[in-house]
């Protein structure tokens, strides 16, 4: 009973609202502003940092040090169009897809980065 007289009080509450000014157009142009703020905070960033990662993917050479995303570190002994041939130890080398590349951690010629404490 207590359940029909609260959806009969919601219903004629409902009933009983004007349209919103303007035809409700106002909420497509609060719908799309959320849309692009959404957008530039989200998806406008990760292309960036896909851009980013791409071009260190390019730029990858014989001799560089890198770290792959499951935290193994070698050194580049090949790199072909999709793939490159790390050097992880002694006698030791794996192929490895280019996509599965973390970071460059010293590029060839460059010495190691240190922090001064």
Same mark, same amino acid.
């Given at each position: 009973?207590?359940e029909?007289?609260?959806?009969?009080?919601?219903?004629?509450? &409902?009933?009983?609202?004007?349209?919103? @000014?303007?035809?409700?157009?106002? &909420?497509?142009?609060? &719908?799309?502003?959320?849309?692009?703020?959404?957008?530039?905070?989200?998806?406008? @960033?990760?292309?960036?940092?896909? #851009?980013?990662?791409?071009?260190? &993917?390019?730029?990858? #050479?014989?001799?560089?040090?890198?770290?792959?995303?499951?935290? $193994?570190?070698?050194?580049? /002994?090949?790199?072909?169009?999709?793939?490159?041939?790390? #050097?992880?130890?002694?006698?030791?080398? $794996?192929?490895?897809?280019? @996509?599965?590349?973390q $970071?460059? /951690?010293?590029? !060839?010629?460059?010495?190691? !980065?240190?922090?001064?404490?």
């Open positions: 009973m207590l029909t007289t609260i959806l009969d009080s919601t219903y004629l509450f &409902l009933a009983q609202a004007d349209d919103a @000014p303007g035809g409700g157009s106002l &909420l497509w142009i609060y &719908l799309g502003l959320f849309m692009a703020g959404m957008w530039f905070l989200t998806i406008a @960033p990760q292309r960036k940092a896909q #851009k980013a990662h791409d071009k260190m &993917l390019t730029e990858l #050479k014989n001799g560089d040090e890198i770290m792959t995303k499951g935290g $193994v570190f070698g050194t580049v /002994v090949n790199v072909k169009a999709d793939r490159l041939v790390l #050097k992880i130890a002694e006698n030791t080398k $794996v192929e490895i897809a280019k @996509p599965f590349i $970071v460059v /951690v010293k590029k !060839k010629g460059e010495s190691e !980065k240190t922090d001064a404490a």
